[in-house]
């Protein structure tokens, strides 16, 4: 069931191109999988040998992203509620950000 929820599923799917798009981590090509763009935008960000910012900027867009991934999931699940994925890669950005700057 994760493997569908935070990669395969066509919402999921949606929101991780848009990440893309938006954070600029990652270039990919149409035909590239959810999982070819990450591991290969992690790969090539640990060949570059990043600065620990730029590694934690990038761990912390992943992981906001599964984390409101789940939420999404429960915001449908229990109270029906969806937002776009366009909308929901912008609130990873967002939420990333805040854990970077206020990580206490």
Do not use: D
Request: with cysteine; charged share 15%; proline share 6%.
């Amino acid at each position: 069931m994760a493997l569908h929820l935070f990669f395969l599923c066509p919402y999921a799917v949606e929101m991780w191109y848009t990440l893309a798009s938006v954070t600029g981590q990652v270039y990919f090509t149409p035909e590239m999988s959810v999982q070819q763009i990450w591991l290969s935008s992690w790969a090539r960000l640990r060949n570059q040998r990043p600065s620990r910012p730029k590694r934690k900027a990038w761990e912390a867009v992943f992981a906001a992203a599964i984390w409101l991934l789940w939420k999404q999931r429960n915001k449908v699940v229990f109270g029906g509620y969806l937002t776009t994925p366009n909308l929901l890669a912008r609130e990873v950005v967002v939420e990333s950000n805040l854990w970077l700057h206020n990580p206490g």
